[in-house]
C-alpha cells in the first residue's frame, strides 16, 4: 500500500499493490472461494476488513479549532503549548495512522458515495495476529474433542421440565439448521507461536483466528496507540480519545451482509445453508415469529463473542425458568377470584355499613363507615389469600434453584466455549497508564510496572463514595416527596365534601395512582442521571483493569437503581403501616382499614409495567427512527422503500454498489455500557417478582411477556440498527451473579408472613374499631 499525502488538506489518493502473504503464494480472491462479499475485503479480494475508522473531511478542515486535552500544563500567559495543540486533526489522525502501520497493520483509504466521508479500513497480517494472540493469551483448538456431546446446551438445562420441553418438536429447527448451529468442540490451549504447527487449521492464515478473535485483537491495538509527536513531553493514545475530540467519528468492526428484503424481492425463501451468519441470525433468532424457537446460542457466540453470549444464554435460561412460578402465581391469582365471594372477612366490611372507624389522620380526616374499604378489601384478597403463603414460600426456592441451576449451567457453557478456566486481563487500561505517574517493581514477577500512589486512591474513592451517598439521599428525599404529595391530594379529597361521598371514597386510589406515575416520571429521569454520573466517578475512580472498570461501575449504577427503583415499594409495605409520619404531631399518612396492599400492588404494577413499556420503546423504537435519521443524514437510500422503486433500491443498497462499511456507519453506535444496562433491566425485574412476591403474584406474568419478546427485540437491534459491538471473553455472567444472590437473600427476608401491613398500628389507642 503506498499512500500520496497532500497537505494541508489531507486529500490523498490510493495506490493498491497486492499484499504479501507471508507464505509467499499469490492466493485467489477469497471472496470469489467462501462467497462473501468482496466490500468485506481490501480492493485486492485477499485483505480481509478488521476494523474500520471513520472521519469527516470538509472543506473547513483546515480551519478547526485547536484541540485541548486533558490536565494540559499551560504557560504563563495562560495559553496552551503550541507545540501540542497547535495539531489539526488531520495531522493527528495521520500520525495515529503511521503508528499503526508501524505495529505491522495495513491501512486502506476509502470514501462515502453519498458524503463526505471518508474510511481508513485496517486489516492485521497473520504475523501481527500471531504477536497479539500470545500476547493476551487467546485459547486455540489443538485437537478435536472425542468426548460425548451434550445437545442440552442448545435448549437450556435439565431436568424432567427441561425434557418435557424438549418433547415438544415444534421448538426445533429442521435438520439441515440445526446442523449448522452446532458447535465442533475442541481442546485449546493459550496460543504460541514457536508451537504453531500445533494448533488446528494453522496453514489457512485468513480463518485460523476468528473473526471475533482478529476484532478484539486489533481493537486492543487501537486503544493503545500513540497520536502525538516524539516531541511531546506527554504521551496522549487510545482511539477513545480521539472520537472524544471528533477526531474520528465511529469505530467498528465490520458486519456480515444482511438483506432485509431479500425473501421478498426474489420471491424465495433465504437459504439458511449457505447465507452469512448474521443473515442466518436475523432468519432464525430476530425475527418475532421465531419467539418459541430455540436460540442459536454457539452461532451467537461465534458471531458476538462471549460476553454477549453469555448474556443471551442467561436470559434464555431466566425465561425458561419462569415457565413454572408464572403458572403457580396464575392459579393463585385465580383462587382468590372464585373465593373472594366466600371470603370472611372482605364480607364482614362490605356488609357491615354501621361500623364507624375512626380517622386514620389528626388533621384533615374525618370518621369512615367500615364497608366505605369494601373495594379495598376485595382487591387486597385477590392478590393476598391464603395461596400467596404458599406462593411466598415457593418463590423462594424458585428463586434459589434458578441460581443454583445457572451456575451448572453456566458452567458448561464456559466449557463447551473454552473459557471455563478463562482469568481477567490484568493488561492495563489505556487511562490508567495516562494518569499513573510512578513505576514499582511487581514482587511476584519482578518487573517494572505503572501504579497509583494509595494516598491517591484513596482520595478519589473517597470521593467517589460521598458522591455516591449524596444521590441516594437525594433519590430517598424524593420519596419523601412522593408522601408529601399524597398527602397534598389526600387533603384536597377529603375536605371536599358532597353527598355521596364520592371523592373521599376514591382518595387513596387516585393518589395511588397520580404518585406512582409521577414517581415512574422521575424515576426514569434519574435513572438517565445516574448512568452519567456512575459513568464519570468510575472514570475518576482510574481502575488499573476494564475488569475492575466494570464492576465498579456495575456496583455504582446497581445502587442507584435499586434505591432508585425499590425506596417508594420499601416505604409502603414496610414503612407506611407500621410507622406514621408526624408533622407539628400531627399524623398525616396511614393506610386504608383494609390495608397498604392496594397501594403497594398499584405502585408495582405501574413501575414495572411502565419500566418495561418504555425500555422497549427506547430499544428498538429511538434506535429504528435514529437510524432513519442517519440514512437521511447521510443521504443513503431508504431499502424499505415500498413500491415500484424498492427492487431499484435494494440493487443501489447491494454490496456491489454501496460497500458493507459504509452501511455499517450508517447504523447506531454501540456504547460501552450497552450490555451493562441489559443486564441491570433484568436485575431489576427479578427483584420485582421475587421481593415483592406476597403482594403481586402476576408480576412474573408481565416479566415472562416481556422476557420473550426482550430476546427478539435486542436480537433485531444488535443486527439491524446497531454497529458491531467489539467482541470481549468472559467466562460467567461476572458481578451479576453476585447482585442476583444478593437480591435471593433479600427475597426471603421480604416475603416473611404479615410482610404487608393489613391493619393500622398507630401511637394511640383510640385507633381500633368503635
Not at 507545540?83 to 495515529?96: C, D, M, P, Q, V
Not at 458515495?113 to 479500513?121: A, D, E, G, Q, R
Not at 425485574?685 to 411477556?705: D, H, N, Y
Request: charged share 20%; hydrophobic share 40%; glycine share 4%.
Amino acid at each position: 500500500m503506498q499512500l500520496i499525502w497532500d497537505h494541508p488538506m489531507r486529500q490523498f489518493s490510493t495506490v493498491s499493490t497486492p499484499s504479501r502473504i507471508e507464505n509467499g503464494l499469490n492466493l485467489p480472491t477469497k471472496s470469489a472461494l467462501v462467497g462473501t462479499p468482496a466490500s468485506q475485503y481490501f480492493s485486492d479480494g485477499k485483505r480481509l476488513i478488521d476494523y474500520v475508522l471513520v472521519y469527516g473531511e470538509s472543506n473547513t478542515d483546515d480551519d478547526d479549532e485547536d484541540i485541548e486535552f486533558d490536565n494540559e500544563p499551560k504557560n504563563k500567559s495562560g495559553s496552551v503549548t503550541l507545540l501540542r495543540f497547535g495539531i489539526k486533526k488531520a495531522s493527528r489522525r495521520e500520525i495515529f495512522e503511521s503508528n499503526l502501520q508501524k505495529l505491522g497493520l495495513e491501512l486502506e483509504y476509502a470514501s462515502a458515495k453519498y458524503s463526505n466521508t471518508k474510511f481508513v479500513l485496517i486489516h492485521a497480517p497473520f504475523k501481527v495476529l500471531k504477536r497479539q494472540a500470545e500476547r493476551l493469551r487467546i485459547r486455540m483448538p489443538i485437537c478435536q474433542n472425542d468426548l460425548k456431546k451434550n445437545t442440552e446446551l442448545s435448549r437450556g438445562g435439565y431436568g424432567w421440565g427441561n425434557q418435557l420441553i424438549t418433547s415438544c418438536t415444534c421448538l426445533e429447527f429442521n435438520e439441515k439448521v440445526k446442523k449448522r448451529t452446532e458447535m465442533q468442540g475442541y481442546f485449546t490451549q493459550p496460543f504460541m507461536q514457536e508451537h504453531l504447527e500445533c494448533f488446528v487449521n494453522h496453514e489457512d492464515e485468513e480463518n485460523f483466528f476468528p473473526r471475533t478473535e482478529r476484532s478484539r485483537m486489533v481493537y486492543d491495538l487501537l486503544i493503545r496507540t500513540r497520536y502525538e509527536p516524539r516531541q511531546s513531553t506527554q504521551v496522549h493514545f487510545g482511539i477513545h480519545r480521539l472520537l472524544y475530540n471528533r477526531v474520528y467519528l465511529a469505530v467498528y468492526p465490520i458486519h456480515e451482509e444482511l438483506s432485509l428484503n431479500k425473501g421478498k424481492i426474489t420471491k424465495e425463501p433465504v437459504d439458511l445453508e449457505t447465507c452469512s451468519d448474521r443473515q442466518f441470525l436475523y432468519e432464525t433468532w430476530a425475527k418475532v415469529k421465531n419467539w418459541y424457537k430455540y436460540q442459536p446460542l454457539h452461532l451467537i457466540q461465534k458471531y458476538f463473542g462471549t460476553q454477549l453470549g453469555f448474556y443471551f444464554a442467561w436470559l434464555g435460561y431466566y425465561t425458561r425458568f419462569s415457565y413454572t412460578i408464572t403458572l403457580i402465581g396464575i392459579l393463585c391469582t385465580l383462587y382468590g377470584l372464585f373465593t373472594m365471594a366466600n371470603e370472611v372477612t372482605s364480607n364482614e366490611i362490605c356488609h357491615n355499613n354501621t361500623m364507624i372507624m375512626c380517622p386514620i389522620c389528626d388533621h384533615y380526616c374525618d370518621f369512615t363507615f367500615l364497608n366505605g374499604s369494601c373495594l379495598y378489601s376485595k382487591i387486597s384478597y385477590v392478590f393476598d389469600n391464603n395461596a400467596t403463603v404458599f406462593y411466598t414460600v415457593i418463590m423462594c426456592i424458585w428463586a434459589t434453584l434458578f441460581l443454583e441451576g445457572w451456575k451448572r449451567y453456566q458452567a458448561e457453557i464456559a466449557y463447551k466455549w473454552n473459557v471455563f478456566d478463562l482469568e481477567p486481563e490484568d493488561i492495563m487500561r489505556p487511562e490508567f497508564q495516562f494518569y499513573a505517574k510512578r513505576a514499582r517493581t511487581n514482587p511476584v514477577t519482578d518487573q517494572q510496572e505503572l501504579y497509583m500512589p494509595v494516598r491517591d486512591k484513596f482520595l478519589r474513592l473517597m470521593v467517589s463514595t460521598a458522591t455516591v451517598l449524596f444521590v441516594v439521599s437525594l433519590i430517598m428525599a424524593l420519596t419523601i416527596g412522593m408522601v408529601v404529595y399524597r398527602v397534598i391530594v389526600m387533603t384536597v379529597f377529603r375536605e371536599y365534601d358532597d353527598d355521596k361521598k364520592t371523592y373521599q371514597s376514591n382518595a387513596i386510589l387516585f393518589s395511588s395512582i397520580t404518585a406512582a406515575i409521577i414517581n415512574l416520571i422521575f424515576i426514569l429521569i434519574m435513572n438517565y442521571l445516574c448512568y452519567l454520573l456512575a459513568l464519570k466517578l468510575t472514570e475518576w475512580e482510574c481502575p488499573k483493569t476494564q475488569y475492575d472498570f466494570d464492576n465498579s461501575y456495575t456496583v455504582k449504577i446497581f445502587l442507584f437503581q435499586f434505591v432508585n427503583y425499590y425506596s417508594s415499594l420499601f416505604y409502603i409495605a414496610f414503612f407506611k403501616g407500621r410507622a406514621s409520619i408526624y408533622i407539628r404531631g400531627k399524623r398525616l399518612d396511614q393506610c386504608d382499614p383494609a390495608g397498604c396492599t392496594v397501594e403497594l400492588v398499584i405502585q408495582l404494577f405501574v413501575i414495572m409495567a411502565g419500566q418495561q413499556f418504555i425500555n422497549a420503546f427506547v430499544e428498538i423504537g429511538y434506535n429504528i427512527v435514529y437510524w432513519f435519521v442517519r440514512r437521511w443524514q447521510l443521504k443513503l437510500p431508504n431499502p424499505h422503500q415500498k413500491g415500484l422503486k424498492r427492487v431499484r433500491r435494494e440493487v443501489i443498497c447491494s454490496n456491489q454498489q454501496l460497500a458493507q462499511y459504509e452501511k455499517d456507519y450508517a447504523l447506531n453506535p454501540a456504547y460501552d455500557q450497552f450490555l451493562c444496562d441489559e443486564y441491570l433491566e433484568m436485575a431489576m425485574q427479578f427483584g420485582f417478582i421475587t421481593l415483592f412476591a406476597a403482594v403481586f403474584p402476576l408480576a412474573p406474568l408481565f416479566a415472562l411477556i416481556n422476557n420473550i419478546f426482550e430476546m427478539r427485540l435486542d436480537a433485531y437491534k444488535l443486527l439491524v440498527t446497531v454497529q458491531r459491538p467489539m467482541p470481549a471473553q468472559v467466562k460467567d455472567i461476572g458481578i451479576w451473579m453476585t447482585i442476583l444472590e444478593i437480591m435471593s437473600f433479600l427475597a426471603v427476608l421480604c416475603n416473611k408472613p404479615h410482610g404487608v401491613p393489613k391493619c393500622r398500628k398507630g401511637a394511640s389507642k383510640d385507633q381500633n374499631f368503635v
